[in-house]
């Protein structure tokens, strides 16, 4: 009976993967159906008048509806604390200036627009930020002489390594790992740097030998307006990031203070209005992915509950890596499986199969850092990805073609960090 119940799962996930990659099914959808046809699947009673009994109605979907709430405040305060950069002039500001200092050398330009907006989305990310840095540094690396392709990639290569450190993000994995905050920010650099690196040889490649193009290009109507800050305002970006990971102040806390010394720095006009607009305009941006982690949380507690995990967990464990080599080679070459919302991607399948790896026995820090890893290649090459869209029609370029001139760079800079931290994990 468990081989037909595990047959059964296992084609839910393929029939599932297979209309999100098709764009058939919106993952906001697809995690939710899959929670419930899993738990019918493996014999999860439906409703029991029982308190202490597992069930569909309280169990996944009330309960997995909130596993998530950890990490979904720190996205909203992490919009929020975006928005308030941007309305009161922050990231425009950061960005002019940094196009100053590379002048209008598309090699440099292009290698300063990737630490700068690194850093800007390190302390936001999301398709908001994406598209108000996006709609500012695509017309100014283009009319440096940089290919809409390549500049579309330099933004894509920024946020991922952004999102690496943000502070905001980190809590997906304190949920569903359950990991202490200090263990996760103590791996970013592990996770971030083989990426930073080979991100940078990618960008000097491509600009080398493919990059150029010619200097024009008409500014969307929706430009900034010119707004600048006072210098000492740019430092309010990283002060969320720098709480978190220098000092361990918790999430929240650290954003909110953020958000305060952007204010004071920055002595907008207004500053109860750019608050509380920001506050709506923020959790608008980050809806969707508000909408996936409720769909993630429902998931989780699915495979996790006794009747799925005794189906799933002697074919799971198979999958455990007993040593360096097994981490390597599983994480490493099946790391193309993070995009089209595949089992190793933290938005979608992946963060249910990383937690029965765990609760089939394998190390949870190892877990954290394969599917960080893992992340990186979802978050620069997947075709899913709503700004991957956005970048794709801004920049008049085919979306599958940034996933080809990508994936393999993204999953050698995956392979590099997995083979370094499997010195420190095994």
């Not at 506050?279 to 993630?296: K, N, R, W």
């Not at 919302?341 to 937690?355: A, F, T």
């Not at 893992?374 to 085919?398: E, G, L, M, R, Y």
Request: neutral net charge; hydrophobic residues 60%; contains cysteine.
């Amino acid at each position: 009976m468990e081989t037909i119940q595990l047959i059964g799962i296992l084609l839910v996930f393929f029939i599932m993967v297979g209309l999100m990659m098709a764009r058939k099914l919106p993952t906001i959808i697809a995690l939710p159906v899959m929670a419930i046809a899993i738990s019918f699947i493996a014999g999860v009673t439906f409703m029991s008048s029982d308190p202490e009994k597992f069930t569909i109605v309280k169990d996944v979907l009330e309960a997995g509806s909130m596993r998530m709430s950890t990490a979904i405040s720190g996205l909203v305060f992490g919009a929020i604390f975006g928005k308030v950069l941007s309305k009161v002039g922050v990231t425009e500001t950061i960005i002019k200036k940094a196009a100053e200092l590379a002048g209008d050398k598309a090699l440099p330009i292009a290698l300063v627009f990737l630490a700068v907006c690194s850093v800007i989305f390190a302390a936001s990310n999301g398709l908001g930020m994406v598209i108000l840095v996006g709609t500012i540094i695509i017309p100014i690396m283009i009319s440096a002489g940089l290919s809409p392709m390549i500049s579309g990639i330099i933004l894509l290569l920024s946020s991922a390594i952004g999102v690496t450190f943000s502070v905001n993000t980190l809590a997906v994995y304190l949920d569903v790992l359950k990991l202490d905050l200090d263990v996760v920010t103590g791996y970013s650099w592990m996770v971030g740097l083989p990426l930073i690196i080979v991100s940078v040889i990618m960008i000097i490649y491509y600009i080398q030998f493919q990059g150029k193009t010619s200097k024009a290009w008409a500014m969307p109507n929706n430009a900034r307006n010119g707004q600048q800050v006072r210098a000492i305002a740019l430092i309010s970006p990283i002060v969320p990031v720098a709480l978190v990971f220098a000092f361990k102040v918790p999430l929240i806390a650290s954003i909110l203070i953020g958000i305060v010394v952007a204010l004071v720095l920055s002595t907008p006009k207004n500053p109860i209005h750019v608050v509380s607009s920001a506050f709506v305009e923020g959790i608008q941006d980050v809806a969707g992915a508000m909408g996936l982690m409720i769909g993630i949380g429902m998931l989780l507690n699915a495979v996790m509950s006794s009747e799925v995990s005794a189906i799933l967990s002697p074919a799971i464990s198979l999958a455990i890596p007993k040593n360096q080599l097994m981490f390597v080679l599983i994480f490493g070459l099946l790391s193309p499986l993070a995009i089209y919302r595949g089992p190793l991607n933290v938005w979608g399948l992946g963060s249910g199969i990383i937690s029965l790896l765990v609760a089939s026995g394998m190390n949870p820090v190892a877990a954290m850092v394969a599917l960080r890893l893992d992340s990186n290649v979802q978050a620069v090459c997947d075709p899913t990805n709503s700004h991957n869209v956005w970048i794709a029609d801004f920049t008049k370029t085919d979306v599958n073609e940034i996933l080809k001139k990508t994936i393999l760079w993204i999953s050698v800079s995956t392979l590099i960090g997995l083979i370094v931290s499997s010195f420190f994990l095994y």
